[in-house]
Nanobody, 123 residues
Framework: VQLQASGGGLVQAGSSLRLSCAAS????????MGWFRQVPGKEREFVAA????????YYADSVKGRLTISRDNAKNTLYLQMNSLKPEDTAVYHC?????????????????WGLGTQVTVSS
């Protein structure tokens, strides 16, 4: 499975962004897709995940109500709609694919990762 994330940028606090992640290869084997973020010197942090077939969603408490994960199976694309952005949302955002079928909030369960896209939120 190959993943390519896009859509990051520099925005002001309170603004919105939509990240996309195009998946290719053996996408039929994907159970969960997720978004994680990382800032220098810190561990990678779970943001949101979704079951690839039925669309059940999972969110970190810090983003509930502001970020929305979705997917378009026909386009093999994952999205992260980011509203009411805060400076603490600044990070490199990575999309990932989980074929193991369990623990969708744990980064170690994701075998496939895309290169990240930088999101910077200024105050």
């Amino acid at each position: 499975v190959q993943l390519q994330a896009s859509g990051g940028g520099l925005v002001q606090a309170g603004s919105s962004l939509r990240l996309s992640c195009a998946a290719s290869g053996r996408t039929g084997s994907i159970v969960y897709m997720g978004w994680f973020r990382q800032v220098p010197g810190k561990e990678r942090e779970f943001v949101a995940a979704i079951t690839w077939t039925i669309g059940t969603t999972y969110y970190a408490d810090s983003v509930k109500g502001r970020l929305t994960i979705s997917r378009d199976n026909a386009k093999n694309t994952l999205y992260l709609q980011m509203n009411s952005l805060k400076p603490e949302d600044t990070a490199v955002y990575h999309c990932a694919a989980n074929r193991a079928g369990r623990e969708p909030t744990r980064s170690y369960m994701y075998a496939y990762w895309g290169l990240g896209t930088q999101v910077t939120v200024s105050s």
